[in-house]
């Protein structure tokens, strides 16, 4: 269904300030998707027929190696898009990983023939597009240069101390762990143990909670393997 209105616009202030006839396309053409926890958005050698911009929610966007271990490449938030559909739209070609609902999503699409008719007209849309790929490029070379120049340790260190935040315990599987650091739960679940005997960290039935904090941060720290 065409959007009644484009509140959405606002998750975007670069596009809410296109021109009249440019913003028009993106008025009388974009879909309301809404997901909810856990939902499929795309999937390898899936067709690409949609710009997709988060209004609300998270996904997960992961690959899985030969051995079927979940590595993540990033998030995408509220104002957000996703690279890997902006590359296969300008592409033609079809979706190379997975991106997933972590919670319930509200999402933009814009069909194809939109995306490629505002790319060739638009300097202002091409400019947002290309700034937010910029963007997650860097988050996504950041992803690589952890998983082939840092050590587990380091990697689970650092990912425990980022989930953690402003808290102390952490809701999450040694299987979700070695997602979020691209390696397998057993080797996971190898260091979890070690931190644990150090004192660490506490283990639990799905949980992980932080001991001491000042020897995580200093294992975040060393450097690489």
């Known amino acids: 269904m065409s959007l009644p209105d484009t509140d ?5 202030p670069a596009l809410a300030g ?6 028009a396309p993106l008025r009388d053409g974009a879909m309301v998707m809404k997901l909810p926890a856990g939902a499929t958005v795309f999937a390898p050698d899936q067709p690409c027929g949609f710009f997709i911009l988060v209004c609300s929610g998270n996904v997960r966007v992961y690959q899985l190696d030969g051995e079927g271990n979940e590595i993540v490449l990033y ?29 319930p999503v509200e999402a933009v699409g814009l069909p194809a023939a939109t995306f490629n008719d505002l790319m060739a007209r638009s300097a ?4 947002f597009v290309f700034h937010a790929q910029a963007a997650r490029m860097a988050d996504l070379m950041t992803v690589i240069q952890h998983v082939a120049f ?7 260190a650092a990912r425990l101390l980022t989930l953690a935040a402003n808290g102390h315990e ?14 397998a739960r057993e080797v996971v679940s190898r260091h979890l143990k070690a931190f644990e005997r150090r004192g660490w960290i506490s283990l639990g039935r799905g949980r992980v909670e932080l001991r001491n904090a000042a020897p995580l941060r200093a ?4 450097p690489g393997r």
């Not at 296109?18 to 913003?23: F, G, K, R, S, T």
Request: charged share 15%; aromatic share 8%.
């Open 8 to 12: 959405w616009l606002q998750r975007f």
């Open 18 to 23: 296109l021109p009249a006839d440019e913003c």
């Open 75 to 103: 998030r995408l938030g509220p104002g957000s898009i996703c690279i890997l559909t902006t590359l296969a739209l300008l592409a033609s070609e079809n979706y190379s990983a997975f991106a997933v609902t972590e919670t």
């Open 124 to 127: 202002q849309f091409r400019g």
């Open 150 to 156: 840092e050590s587990i340790d380091s990697r689970l």
């Open 170 to 183: 952490l809701s999450i599987t040694h299987q979700q762990l070695a997602a979020e650091i691209g390696t």
């Open 219 to 222: 294992a975040a720290a060393r």
